[in-house]
Structure formats: structure tokens, C-alpha cells
């Protein structure tokens, strides 16, 4: 079996006729062989960056047609070592996931089995997810918890938000520390005790910032601080992680195992949360996930992609992870997502049962992708000369 082809389909979330709904546009492969398999997969993306990368699919797919589907630890290998001469970009590893997930995908259905069991067979029957994109629009404590209410009767157990006011800036005043640590805890009244809360920190703080913050919102039973400060600086993660009581979390904007390693050899974080999507694909966010094992770090895969192919290349790579805790599911994206694929994952009661059929187990619609084709969301205005740097 060889790939005949490599195609790309750029998505939009948006409702075309009630606006905006999402915060990025999608970007999905398509590999296509002799023998009339295809296998999907998706693409990291981010605003404004989505072109550049379908850019890198493009190229990426020069090099794929005549070869081997099964050849997939063969072609990340040589993407990095030879097309890219050693040199990784998030734009790289965006492109190269979503064609390695579409290579597994091929894989699974030409020998007639999910994914989970040609990568050594599945840890658990279901995978726990925490809801993510609950929150748009929320601009004062009392609506984020009210909203956090409500996407608590839809059954989720766990949820993630950004409790910070903008802009994303390193150094903050007290009303804006005061109004994160109020957002909270309206949050943690409206949904009472049991309910795990996940703190989203956007790589936006300073250490003094971050360690203050969390000792106020501590005694709230915080699930996780995920990336309270920037990512590029290990060590000042690991300070954060060693004056603090909750959980810390990183891995979103690392693309491959080796920009884990500063994190794992300085302990500067509980939980890792590479992304599918972006970190090279599912072989490597399991060799990540197996890199963490001995150092005693749990492993959540970040998700911020649709609930169609990114949840499902998610849930086919957690189901192997001895240390997988729990992963992320935007509620934002979900009916968009169902109306571009057959047979996508539902959670229920904060859990997806694991799929037996072939491959990655969901397919997508190729008239329904054109039917929400791309659309270039507006310039964004940045805080420039007399505002805050």
C-alpha cells in the first residue's frame, strides 16, 4: 500500500449565521493511498498562524506520496532530521502531527484494529475529561459562576478556566490579583466541593505573582495551576512548584521529548500536558508520557482542538498511558464538531468510553468540511504605545 496523495482542509468553528463561536479555525489532513484507505488526522493551530501552517502540510506532503503508511516513526524522524535540518517551530510540529496521526489512522484500518491496541493495548475502558470553553464572554465572578453551574448539570466533574483579567502581562496590580482570586472562588460557591476546578495561568505571570496567587486560592482544594509562569525558564517553574500546595502543570508549547527534559531533570512540575496535536503526533506524546513515568509526573494531554480528530488521536494515545490522569474537551467546539464527523466521541458524566473500531474511530465528512469552509477572523488589537507593555 502506498499514500496517492496528502490533502488538506482548513475548518472554521464559526457559525455562519450567528457568528462566532470559536476561537481558532481548524486545520485537518487527509491521506489517501492505492488501495482506497484514507486516514485522518489534525493540526494544532493557532489565530493567524493557521495558513502558515497548512503551509508546512503542503510541503510535508511532497515527500509522502509513494511511500509506506506504516513508516511513521520513519517519518517524523526524517522530517526533523532532514527536512527541517534539526530545527523545530510550532508551525513544524503542528503540520507533522496531524499527518502522523492520519498515518495511524491508515494504519488501524488496514489491520483492522483502534489504534490503542498496535501501541501495546489500552490501561482503562474510559478516559475522564474536564470541560474547557465553558466560560466565553464571562467578565465578572458572579458569570463565571453562574456559567460554571450550568456546564456542571451537563454532567462534567472537572473544569478548566482562566481566571485572570487581561491583558496577559507579567507583573499585575492588586485589583487584578484581587479579581482573579474572587473569580475563583465564585466559581468554587457556584459548584460546591466536589467538583474539580483547573486553573489556567497562560504562561502570564511573574514567580512573585504566581506564588502569592496560589497560596490565596489554595485552601479552595485546587485540582492544578497550569502554567503560571513563562515555560522557557525551567527553573523559575520549579521555584513556583516548590513554594506552593497545588499541583503544577506545563506542556502545552513543548513540541517534542526533548524540550521535556529541563522540566522533568529540574522536578519542575506534577503533571505534563503536551498536546497530540502539535507535539509531533501519538507515538511521540506516548514516548513523552513514558519519559515521565520514572520521574513520577502524571500526564493530561492538552486538547485545544476540535472534540472530532484531536479528541479522538487524544484518546487513542491516553488509553496506553500507565500515568494518564485526565484530558480536555471544549465544549465551545463540540456541535461544529459533530456536524463534520461520523461517529465523534461524546462524553458522559465527564468520561468517553473508549472506541473499538478501527484506526482513530472517527471519520470525517469531506462536504460538511467545505460547508464550514475557512474564515480569517478580524484583527486583533493589541495594547500598543501608551498602554501597558
Known amino acids: 500500500m502506498q499514500i496517492t496523495d496528502v490533502k488538506s482542509y482548513l475548518v472554521s468553528p464559526q457559525s455562519h449565521t450567528a457568528g462566532m463561536i470559536g476561537g481558532k479555525n481548524w486545520l485537518f489532513v487527509r491521506v489517501e493511498t492505492d488501495q482506497g484507505l484514507v486516514g485522518w488526522g489534525e493540526c494544532y493551530t493557532q489565530l493567524d498562524r493557521d495558513v502558515a501552517i ?40 503542528c503540520a507533522m502531527s496531524g499527518i502522523e496521526q492520519a498515518l495511524w489512522d491508515l494504519t488501524g484500518k488496514a489491520l483492522g484494529a483502534p489504534v490503542y491496541n498496535l501501541l501495546g493495548g489500552a490501561c482503562r475502558d474510559r478516559i475522564r475529561v474536564y470541560a ?18 450550568q456546564t456542571v448539570a451537563l454532567g462534567f466533574t472537572a ?27 465564585a466559581v468554587r460557591e457556584a459548584v460546591g466541593p466536589d467538583v474539580d476546578l483547573l486553573i489556567e495561568g497562560h504562561r502570564r505571570l511573574a514567580p512573585m505573582h504566581a506564588v502569592r496567587l496560589a497560596h490565596e486560592i489554595a485552601p479552595l482544594g485546587i485540582y492544578w495551576y497550569e502554567e503560571p ?18 499541583p503544577i502543570v506545563t506542556g502545552e508549547t513543548l513540541y517534542c521529548k526533548s524540550d521535556f527534559v529541563p522540566v522533568f531533570e ?30 513520577f509526573v502524571a500526564v493530561s494531554p492538552h486538547n485545544y482542538n476540535s472534540t472530532s480528530m484531536g479528541l479522538a488521536a487524544t484518546v487513542q494515545a491516553a488509553a496506553t498511558m500507565p500515568n494518564f490522569i485526565i484530558t480536555e474537551y471544549f465544549l465551545n467546539f463540540e456541535t461544529t464538531s459533530a456536524a463534520i464527523a461520523h461517529n465523534p466521541l461524546t462524553p458522559e458524566n465527564s468520561y468517553i468510553a ?6 482513530l474511530g472517527v471519520e470525517l465528512d469531506k462536504e460538511a468540511l ?20
Request: hydrophobic share 40%.
Open 54 to 93: 497548512e503551509r508546512h502540510v503542503k510541503e510535508l506532503a511532497r515527500y509522502l506520496v509513494g511511500q509506506s503508511p506504516f513508516a511513521i516513526k520513519y517519518f517524523t524522524t526524517t522530517v526533523y532530521r532532514d527536512f527541517a535540518g534539526r530545527r523545530g517551530s510550532m508551525d513544524l510540529y
Open 132 to 149: 474547557n470553553g465553558w466560560y466565553g464572554g464571562a467578565q465578572t465572578p458572579e458569570a463565571y459562576g453562574e456559567m460554571a453551574a
Open 159 to 185: 473544569l478548566k478556566f482562566d481566571p485572570f483579567p487581561g491583558p496577559w502581562r507579567l507583573y499585575v496590580d492588586r485589583e487584578r490579583e484581587k479579581q482573579f482570586v474572587d473569580t475563583v472562588v
Open 229 to 246: 509562569v513563562p515555560v522557557d525558564n525551567a527553573a523559575a517553574l520549579a521555584e513556583v512548584r516548590s513554594e506552593v500546595s497545588i
Open 266 to 295: 529540574q522536578r519542575a512540575a506534577d503533571i505534563i500536558n503536551p498536546d497530540v496535536c502539535s507535539c509531533g503526533g501519538i507515538l511521540e506524546l506516548k514516548e513523552i508520557a513514558a519519559m515521565a513515568e520514572p520521574y
Open 354 to 359: 473508549l472506541p473499538d473500531r478501527p484506526g
Open 370 to 389: 467545505t460547508a464550514h469552509a475557512y474564515q480569517q477572523y478580524p484583527r486583533r488589537t493589541f495594547v500598543g504605545m501608551g498602554g501597558e507593555l
